[in-house]
């Protein structure tokens, strides 16, 4: 997964943080998606937040997962309410 997270767009979406959010509190991200998330550089709410079209697209290939559900399981929105 290292070398594929250069697709990723940080200055998007944002660096990591020092200490981790709990990912799996987003429906849909279990243990293993979130040390997946987590080995790229996604730690974050505030980086899962901006997870929208291309970017979106551009995860769930890095990460290798399923096209478009990330979309579809609200993972943006999840994480803008678990910011609040």
Do not use: C
Not at 23 to 44: A, P, T
Not at 64 to 79: D, H, M, S, T, V
């Amino acid at each position: 997964y290292k070398i594929k997270s250069k697709m990723i767009d940080f200055e998007k979406i944002g660096h990591p943080i020092t200490e981790s959010d709990d990912l799996q509190n987003i429906d849909g991200i279990d243990e293993n998606l979130e040390g997946r998330l987590n080995s790229v550089g996604i730690n974050s709410y505030s980086q899962v937040s901006k997870f929208e079209g291309k970017i979106s697209e551009d995860i769930e290939e890095v990460i290798e997962y399923f096209p478009g559900r990330i979309k579809r399981q609200l993972w943006r929105e999840q994480a803008i309410e678990l910011m609040k």
